[in-house]
């Protein structure tokens, strides 16, 4: 018979290889598409004119599009920007003239 028990050392090699015989799941191989949409998270702060500010808006359809999606909206916004700019260089029409009434 014998008495032979394992000791501390007998012990700490079993846990190790235990832990050796449970390998770690190697990582995810390295995905070549492209990320997922997702908002910059840029405030937009308002201007008080309202054009401007539904212009600006408007920037918020490009966070949920895929990067080449974006021209598009900046180009659209880019013109918008520039019409209401030419709109506050554009004269007012004359006022119309009150119609005389010639009565003597």
Sequence with gaps: ???????????????ADEAA???????????????PPAPLGVARTPTGHTGVDAR?????DADHL???GHTEVYEDVHRGLRDELTALDARPAPAPTPAHDNRS
């Design 21 to 35: 015989a449970v390998a770690p799941a190697a990582p995810p191989a390295p995905s070549f598409d492209p990320a």
């Design 56 to 60: 600006l808006e408007r920037l918020a």
């Design 1 to 15: 018979m014998s008495d032979w028990m394992p000791g501390p050392d007998t012990e700490q090699r079993g846990e």
């Design 66 to 68: 895929a990067a080449d």
